[in-house]
């Protein structure tokens, strides 16, 4: 089944949006720890993971993960910086610079992960065998 452009267009456009809500959940979120554990990170780090490998798995394409990947990298950048009253989400340190690196990993190997489904199948018939001569 051919799929029209305009539908292709149109989920590229909802990936970066999920994308990018997950992105800016993850990188808020990145932070909380739970004493020395680090739960934010983890949590983050799964939803992200999770929903770009969903995108991948339920449209088939490997531009709508792209798509959400980039949203993702995209808030993540733009929500790291200095805002216009001092504050800082991404705070210089270990956990922000672990954040940054993580997200960009994640993005890379599911969009990098091979497809499977669309491997060309070969199938070859049985060789032809000659009947064996019946005895009578």
């Given at each position: ?106 993005v890379l190997l599911v969009i990098a992960w091979p497809s499977f489904s669309q491997r ?17």
């Amino acid at each position: 089944m051919r799929v029209s452009w305009v539908s292709r267009v149109l989920s590229w456009v909802a990936a970066a949006l999920v994308g990018g809500v997950y992105g800016v959940a993850g990188t808020i979120a990145h932070s909380v720890t739970w004493g020395p554990i680090p739960v934010g990170i983890i949590v983050s780090a799964i939803a992200c993971a999770a929903i770009l490998v969903a995108v991948r798995a339920l449209t088939h394409d490997r531009g709508a993960a792209v798509a959400a990947g980039l949203g993702m990298l995209g808030m993540l950048v733009l929500i790291s910086g200095v805002g216009p009253g001092g504050s800082v989400v991404v705070q210089d340190s270990l956990a922000g610079r672990i954040w940054t690196y993580l997200v960009g990993g994640i993005v890379l190997l599911v969009i990098a992960w091979p497809s499977f489904s669309q491997r060309p199948v070969t199938t070859q018939a049985p060789a032809a065998q000659e009947p064996e001569p019946r005895e009578s």
